[in-house]
């Protein structure tokens, strides 16, 4: 169990609690990113070193929306016409927000340096259709996590164009295989055999592959992962309060699971809470049981209060309070 005080450019205060869980979860995967800790687990700042000099850890992108870039390879054949070209792609993106730490969203992406693999096109190029693109986490079996692409209206896709002329578009939402890349600090999206294929204006099938790299490009934030999500899900309601009000923290035990708590020794000044009421949350849960406390802002200037909890996995959830 640890203790943390963080600082996120604001005055900052961070109680952690530390959660020992059993059994299996049912939220779906989250996107974290590593971030300087006082007293976080690990000693750098990919988060992969575990040691003494405990300075980061993971936390989820539920604070607010992180940005995200994204680079790598891409290539399109239509079954029909038997063409195929292939680009080199990068993307600007929002990964995880206030409420869900699971999605995102892909804002502009550009292909560029395309080549002809299969057919005749001079000048190839590609052009992203149907932005923005929604993304949401989920899992595929035990250990596979895959990233679903879709949009609100239209599907997500790409237009061929040969010599600045449109030829082909292929559209349709579709998964990729997401790997963490612990070495480099990010995340690797691979689109594979088990991605689902694309309807082309030819009247074939599309069918893209290839590999990008996303990594959050937030300041601070040293790598980014995906990860399952952890056995307890978190509120705060409001978010913002005003100096002398109060708000409620919720605890929810997506699983049936036993807890324990680390009271604060010496607490930031510019929120109080009520140990009392958290030791009530001590003990075993049952699936879906509840645990609140209360929260109040005494600061004079803006402040934000952050809960994380950690399961025995190291899986983390967050609830944010900011005080104005």
């Not at 934000?304 to 967050?318: I, M, P, Q, S, T």
């Amino acid at each position: 169990m640890l203790l943390i005080k963080t600082a996120l450019g604001l005055a900052t205060a961070t109680v952690l609690f530390a959660f020992a869980a059993a059994t299996a979860l049912a939220e779906p995967p989250v996107w974290q990113g590593c971030k300087e800790f006082k007293n976080g687990r690990f000693e750098d700042s990919k988060c992969s070193t575990k040691g003494a000099a405990k300075k980061f850890d993971w936390i989820e992108a539920s604070i607010k929306a992180q940005t995200a870039a994204s680079e790598g390879t891409l290539k399109l054949a239509d079954t029909k016409t038997g063409l195929t070209v292939q680009c080199s792609t990068t993307s600007t993106e929002a990964i995880g927000s206030v409420e869900n730490a699971s999605v995102g969203e892909v804002k502009e992406v550009k292909a560029k340096s395309c080549s002809v693999i299969k057919g005749t096109c001079a000048e190839p190029s590609m052009e992203a259709v149907n932005l923005p693109w929604k993304m949401e986490l989920g899992e595929a079996g035990e250990t596979e996590i895959r990233n679903k692409v879709k949009t609100a209206t239209k599907s997500p896709g790409w237009k061929i164009l040969c010599g600045k002329v449109a030829t082909d578009t292929c559209e349709g939402a579709t998964s990729a295989k997401m790997t963490n890349n612990e070495k480099e600090g990010l995340v690797e999206a691979e689109l594979e055999g088990k991605s689902e294929k694309s309807t082309c204006s030819s009247g074939g099938t599309g069918e893209a592959l290839g590999v990008s790299k996303t990594k959050i490009t937030e300041k601070g934030i040293g790598a980014t992962k995906v990860a399952k999500a952890s056995n307890f899900k978190m509120t705060a309601s409001p978010r913002v309060i005003k100096k002398n009000e109060k708000s409620t923290i919720t605890i929810k035990a997506v699983k049936a699971a036993e807890t324990s708590f680390l009271e604060e020794d010496d607490p930031d000044k510019a929120f109080n809470y009520l140990p009392a009421e958290i030791k009530l949350c001590e003990g075993k849960y049952a699936a879906k049981e509840t645990c609140k406390f209360v929260t109040e802002y005494v600061g004079n200037e803006l402040s934000l209060f952050v809960v994380l909890l950690l399961d025995e996995n190291g899986r983390a959830a967050v609830a944010v309070v900011v005080g104005e």
